[in-house]
């Protein structure tokens, strides 16, 4: 060391050291970084869609995507992102907010912790095909799988609304050949649009960026209201205050398609058996594939139709046309009023006070019209056209006067409220976890619960157990609900998951016994 009157210099030997003790976490973290891309990608402005082609070598596999953009109100962050394939291209669709950047700049996750960084600039955007799209194997057992499950559909709770247009459909079934393939043909083709015809709005809705599943119709108040009057109207023409052709009078075409029609609408709220792996793959097929497979549902809901009107011996055992048909009818209207009466219920959860109150008056006077239109029948009077009319203007009414959306958030009274974080938790501590997700307008649901899920017995297994049970609520379509059966191949309710302690989650059938649920919390108790 040296001095000087004005100035000083000073030297430190140290020794050369590894670094910081952490170097190897800080490695991992820097590797997890996302790595740019040397290529730049082009996006371009389409159908109200904005569409980013990333260039990514077509051999690099891209497990659940994301676009995080760099820059801020670009796109709806809360809005669906869709992708696909070109060869080398990964292509992104977005939901745009506001002007696009000239230059766009993102890291797209392509899953297991992965990122990359990339820009792109206005320029062409190649069309592809679905990433991961499902190979034919798969749209084959999908199409069977609803058909396996519409077959089904025809012994579920759900069907109770439809009964007697089937027992209908059945009677008249026993006459002459040609009208009976004929009115077997056209409720067939009824259920198959029907199906395919929701599917189709299902498929438009998703495409608009909203979170929507199967029985999307069902969230909605105006669709209870106007259920509601039609379980009224068809009450009243099975116990014979009027005869309308459509759903009670003679086997014609424009009868069996419009009853067809009806039964898709009102048979097909609920996922049994088969159908929520089947409806679950539809909505991650191609549009064509997806409409395949919501018909193959319609078609399996009309095929032991089929095969009465078809199978000559079994047509004719079935008893002639009688006084009984007149008996059943008027028998199977009870379980129809009860549907009527479960609507006024749901409807009150959905709408509320108001929503109630517009259903009784929409009611009474929809009664008092059928009981006039039938007098005009039996009179045959010509004020029966305009009195149909007037009751096609009072259910337009009602539902314009019910609110357009669910004014409450029920849940389930029968555990928490599931969330994934509240599952997360549980599991984390070891504990044993029954998830179930319902809806107040899925029968099957409410079966279950009240066979199952409710039982003494088994709540007693559970407490003694320490299970936990979180329930979701889809009635209201809850879209982080939706969200997560998507997550898990499906697209409706009901679905019930397991988590045994140091287990995956186990999936249940969708049609749940006291013991199924007993044996679990034993063993989980041991």
Known sequence: MRFSPEQGE???????????????????????LPQPLATTGHYELASGKLRVAIPLPASVAVREPYVYPVDDKVVDYEAKQNFERSGDWLIAELQPHGTPPPRFNGVIAIGQNRGLQFQAVPGPVPQGSPLNGLGWAAVLWAVLGAIAGGILLNLMPCVFPILALKALHMARAGGEANEARGDALAYTAGAIVG???LGGVLLAIRAAGSEAGWAFQLQD?????????????????????FELPVLGGGARPVGGFAS????????????????????GTALLLP??????????LGLGLAIPFLVVSFVPAIRTRLPKPGLWMRRLQQILAVPMGATAIACVWLLYRQAGPRGLVVAVIALAVLTALLIWYGFAQRREAREGSAIFVFSILVVGLAMWQVPAHPVSAPH???????????????????????????ADWCLSCKVNEAAAIDRSEVRDAFKAA????????????????????????RAGVPYYLWYAPGKPPEELPQVLTPSMLISRAQSAKR
């Open 260 to 279: 067809g029609a009806l039964a898709a609408f009102v048979a097909t709220p609920c996922a049994g058996p088969f159908l929520g792996v089947a409806l």
């Open 195 to 197: 199906t395919g015809a």
């Open 466 to 489: 320490g299970v936990k049970v979180l329930a979701g609520d889809w009635t209201n379509g809850d879209p982080t609900i939706t969200r997560f059966l998507e997550s898990r191949g």
């Open 412 to 438: 389930p009274a029968g555990g928490e409220r599931w969330s994934e974080a509240r599952v997360a938790i549980y599991v984390q501590q070891n504990k044993p976890v029954f998830v179930y997700f319902t």
């Open 221 to 241: 108040p105006r669709t209870i209201i106007l259920l509601l009057l039609l379980a009224v109207a068809i009450t009243a023409n099975l116990i014979g205050l």
């Open 287 to 296: 549009a064509a594939g997806s409409i395949l497979v919501f018909a193959a």
């Open 10 to 32: 000073l030297s430190l030997d140290l020794p050369v050291g590894s670094g910081t003790p952490n170097r190897a976490e800080f490695d991992r973290w820097r590797q997890a």
